[in-house]
């Protein structure tokens, strides 16, 4: 027999990490919930949220599974297209190459990365911007993909840890590229000054 079925109130998500806490409807702890467990939603949990879940055990802990959204269910008709088709959750749409910016933000520091390398004989710093960018340009791909499919995020910590390991380049490509973290002006905040301080 399955569990039955409980209702609560949202009253903690961190969406960057992907999980959050329920507090149940006649009081009792806060139920842990993650977003993998919520099913069929129109769109990803807030705070505030009414939560229907069943209450399930991991690694010990009570936490809910089976969830989802009042008033947020997917509709039948638009699952079906995510059944039928991948490209419903890539990383659409693209945006155009910021080529100009890239070039024009890029050219001081390769510049003297090969001058470093020419008078010192290291090649590292210009290695390092070739393949932290790259990186970098593929963890903002992927963590607008996850955002996308609802599942497990990638932390903004990572991302500007990354981006200040000589990444920076490619992530602020990515960030353009995807239409990815900029509107949200504390990141951008954190990624220019970051990289510029």
């Known amino acids: 027999m399955k569990p039955s079925l409980l209702k609560g109130q949202l009253t903690t998500w ?3 990490r992907g999980f959050g806490f329920i507090q149940p409807v006649g009081g009792g702890p806060d139920v842990f919930l993650h977003i993998s467990e919520i099913k069929d939603a129109s769109r990803r949990p807030i705070v505030g949220d009414v939560i229907y ?8 802990k009570v936490c809910a599974s089976s969830a989802f959204i009042l008033g947020a269910r997917r509709k039948p008709m638009e699952s079906a297209p995510r059944l039928r088709n991948k490209a419903a959750v890539s990383i659409q749409p693209l945006y155009p190459f910021p080529v100009l910016e890239a070039v ?12 470093f390398w020419g008078s010192t004989g290291n090649p590292l710093p210009l290695v390092l911007y070739g393949v932290m960018g790259v990186i ?8 607008k993909m996850r955002a996308q499919q609802k599942a497990w995020r990638i932390s903004e910590k990572t991302l500007i840890l990354c981006d ?7 992530g602020f490509v990515a960030q353009r590229r995807f239409n990815h973290k900029v509107s ?3 990141y951008q905040l954190g990624f220019w000054l970051g990289t510029f301080k």
């Open 164 to 170: 200040l390991a000589c990444g920076w380049i490619g």
């Open 184 to 186: 949200k002006t504390s």
């Open 14 to 16: 961190k969406d960057e």
């Open 136 to 143: 970098s340009f593929w963890l903002y791909a992927t963590d």
């Open 53 to 60: 879940y069943r209450l399930a055990e991991q690694n010990g």
């Open 104 to 115: 024009a933000l890029s050219t001081f520091p390769v510049i003297s990365a090969s001058h």
